[in-house]
């Protein structure tokens, strides 16, 4: 049986320090290429500069916001987080919703896989 995945919190100072570990220069994982990379860096951390708390505070959990699949990264978008998928910076956000302009990412939809990791955790 396959050993329970680790619970991590929802605390914006733990996502914004284990964030600003990551460089807008440098790829952190599979699925990025360096202009989305630095696009999606950017938009993180607008994103916890200015809805971080807010998020946590709705009930959104790390995972759910920064999560990546643990081997192929951004590949497998279905394991992925809202905040890291590439595009625009929130637009919207609500306790089940986030918005990106145009795009939208529901924090319960059905089917998800679980075993998600942080993107600052990938290949660690």
């Not at 919190?9 to 699925?31: I, M, N, T």
């Not at 500069?49 to 995972?63: F, H, I, P, Q, S």
């Not at 919207?92 to 998600?116: M, S």
Request: overall charge negative; some cysteine.
């Amino acid at each position: 049986m396959p050993a329970a995945p680790a619970v991590i919190p929802a605390d914006p100072k733990l996502w914004r320090q284990g964030f600003l570990d990551l460089r807008p220069s440098v790829v952190p994982c599979p699925g990025f290429t360096m202009a989305t990379w630095g696009t999606t860096h950017e938009v993180c951390i607008d994103f916890l500069d200015r809805n971080a708390e807010e998020a946590a505070a709705l009930g959104w959990t790390t995972l759910q916001l920064f999560g990546v699949h643990p081997q192929v990264g951004l590949i497998r978008v279905d394991f992925c987080g809202g905040v890291v998928i590439p595009g625009d910076k929130l637009s919207a956000l609500t306790a089940n919703r986030i918005e990106f302009g145009d795009t939208a990412h529901y924090r319960d939809t059905p089917g998800r896989p679980t075993g998600a990791v942080p993107i600052w955790l990938f290949g660690r």
